[in-house]
């Protein structure tokens, strides 16, 4: 809250109990309140329930006021105040965070709920539904009433919400419920700013053919410099398999020709271009009794230029929330990048947000990526350390992603593996998000 509040708070309690505009005008009048006020503050990448970065967090916010000559309140939670709590605690005296007041999160909020009912119809809680979890909107909603009504006249401003607006763009691409990690950053990249890569696919006819040798085949056969094509990466895959990375759509056009062309090479292997899937998009909290066709029909009947032949596949997704399901869509290229220009959609009496729905396939029996556990032909590992013969219950080891692990030990990487399989922040998720980006067809 601002800085007045602890010594407004005792002015009050000897001045004898006020009624709330009493409380308000005493609170405001030093301060104009007629306009809004945006401040950015970076964010902390660290987990919220470690002790280091509540002790980052709070020398940050004791900076900020220091540099503001502001006095320093800063509010957990339950579990993060009794921590925060020790560490102002056993500071010394002379250290800036013996300054600091670490209050109760809860205390704020029956202050707070005395201005939502101004909020009513202001559509800030909405517009935060696009960027926030849902859960944590009506708290975000009181905390920016505060400062986007008039003390007085209880009006809101217009001005306020507008500066707001200007930066919503930009905050729908930095927000995200998750850790923040690369491979979250390779979902808020628009999509028509992705490259794609120019792959070509080179399998051997035979079975008895590994990738190495399809590989080695292929660098004596073909000369780069005289076919004049850059190539940038080649990489072995599984049932004696190559692809091989041009730097331009021309050259992976050459390359196929040259090995189709060829008898001895296409009598020997099979060269195509790789079949990208097509682009999919989530959309959040549709009422789990819709069904498949009404779900479609209804998307189509009420959003302009939707088709009902424009989803070839969907499927449904839990929802957190009680009665709620979200639906998975796939769609064309040109039909992507419509739905997201629009972000959200008509549905009956609904808006409904969405994204674009990036989710690499992943085993929860092995931990490992490409499968799911109904195919998964290895041991089951523990997701918090990746050793077998016990559940993440169970675990007592420190955290391993068996995923990063596998990968510095095969390419010679050098990930940090102190985190579980399942961490959103893990380097081997990134990278498969990455490889499913390359193999979507966004149409550009």
Not at 53 to 58: D, G, K, L, M, V
Not at 160 to 166: A, R, S
Not at 248 to 263: C, R, V
Request: proline share 3%.
């Amino acid at each position: 809250m601002e800085t007045e509040i602890g010594t407004t708070y005792h002015r009050i309690w000897f001045a004898g109990p006020k009624s709330y505009d009493g409380f308000m005008d005493i609170d405001t009048g030093k301060r104009c309140y007629e306009k809004s006020v945006v401040i950015s503050l970076p964010f902390i990448n660290l987990q919220a329930s470690n002790p280091t970065s509540i002790n980052t967090c709070i020398r940050f916010v004791a900076e900020e006021c220091r540099k503001r000559q502001e006095r320093c309140i800063v509010a957990f939670d339950q579990q993060l105040f009794i921590k925060a709590i020790d560490i102002v605690s056993l500071a010394d005296k002379i250290d800036e965070l013996s300054k600091v007041i670490v209050r109760l999160v809860h205390q704020l909020i029956s202050y707070m709920g005395a201005v939502e009912k101004i909020m009513g119809g202001s559509g800030l809680e909405e517009m935060w539904h696009e960027v926030f979890a849902k859960n944590s909107v009506v708290h975000m909603a009181f905390i920016t009433s505060s400062f986007a009504f008039s003390g007085s006249k209880r009006s809101f401003d217009f001005e306020g919400l507008k500066t707001i607006l200007e930066i919503y763009d930009l905050l729908r691409w930095v927000t995200a419920q998750e850790a923040p990690s690369y491979a979250n950053a390779l979902k808020r990249v628009p999509p028509h700013k992705r490259k794609a890569k120019n792959v070509s696919l080179v399998f051997a006819k035979s079975k008895d053919t590994s990738s190495e040798e399809v590989k080695e085949t292929l660098l004596k056969a073909l000369a780069p410099s005289k076919i004049k094509i850059g190539i940038k990466n080649v990489k072995k895959l599984a049932k004696g398999g190559v692809a091989i990375e041009c730097d331009t759509a021309k050259g992976t056009e050459t390359i196929l020709k040259e090995i189709n062309s060829n008898q001895q090479l296409s009598n020997a292997f099979e060269a195509k271009a790789p079949t990208k899937r097509l682009p999919r998009v989530v959309i959040y909290d549709v009422d789990e009794a819709v069904s498949k066709e009404d779900f479609i029909g209804t998307l189509a009947n009420q959003n302009e230029g939707l088709r009902e032949q424009d989803f070839p596949s969907c499927f449904k997704l839990k929802s957190k929330q009680s009665g709620k399901c979200h639906w998975v869509i796939e769609v064309q290229p040109k039909t992507f990048h419509s739905l997201l220009r629009r972000k959200k959609v008509f549905f009956e009496w609904n808006r409904l947000s969405l994204r674009e729905f990036l989710r690499p396939t992943r085993c929860y029996k092995c931990n490992r990526f490409g499968h799911i556990s109904t195919n998964c032909q290895q041991a089951e590992s523990c997701p918090q350390c990746g050793e077998e013969g016990h559940k993440k219950a169970e675990c007592t080891n420190e955290a391993k992603c068996i995923n990063c692990t596998e990968a510095n030990n095969k390419y010679k990487l050098n990930h940090d593996t102190t985190h579980a399989a399942t961490d959103p922040s893990c380097p081997a998720l990134a990278h498969e998000t990455d490889q499913l980006i390359s193999r979507t067809n966004y149409g550009r």
